[in-house]
């Protein structure tokens, strides 16, 4: 079973893949989908031997060993090659998924699916994307523990976009696949923090223009709620 912010991630991985897990830690996404019969084979990486190890380890209890590759690498580039189709980064900052991906020009390829799921900073991640020629095919939200998530989906299409500060910050509206309560749970949050700012930056005689764009945003999107409610 995956809690469901990994549950999110694997929501996006496609039948028949054969699937690359950066800092994979645990393993338990490509075990999961192993033991689904989701995926062909997997191919998991990390940089550090300890939960390289403990994802060996897990492996093994599952019996799933002969379907895994077991990389200790830094990032992707040395996975080139492997006819890796579906590609997860989950659980690191959004800075450090960019640089993942910008040092592995492999990830540049069409029909390539990367499965993201930035911690923090997602806004600094859409930026990369959008700057680098990848299109982002869908956002999925989740709540894990009290704590929200998001997956972002993309693919390399060559097409650049400089993207708004409030689409970077919020993401297109357009690709959230499921506007389910997490997702609103997750646009409160930022609603609340957003107002937060602005009554901070005001008692500090600092500019608030951005801030309140970004809540207009919000606001905006979460109008929409009681359409769903039901
Ligand atoms: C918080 S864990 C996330 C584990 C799992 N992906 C998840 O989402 O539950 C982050 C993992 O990424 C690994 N990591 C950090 N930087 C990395 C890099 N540059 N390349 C590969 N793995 C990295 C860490 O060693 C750690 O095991």
Redesign the pocket.
Known sequence: MLDA??GS?AKFVRQGAIFA??????A??PLFLLSEGRIERAVC????E???CSAEQNAAAAGLSEKIDFHL????LSLAGLGITDV?????GGE?IA??IDRAPWLRTRGVRLIL?P?TRAGELRSYLGAAGFSVMAEDYSEAQGKYYVTVVAEYTGERRTLTETEAYLGREASVTDKNGAYFGYLSSLAVACRRRILGRRAGGRDTERDETILKELEKRLEGRTEYDG
């Open positions: 912010r990994l991630a897990d950066i800092g994979t830690d645990h338990h996404l990486s990390d940089i550090n300890g939960p390289l690498t830094d990032g992707a997860a980064v989950c659980g690191m450090l640089d993942i799921q911690m």
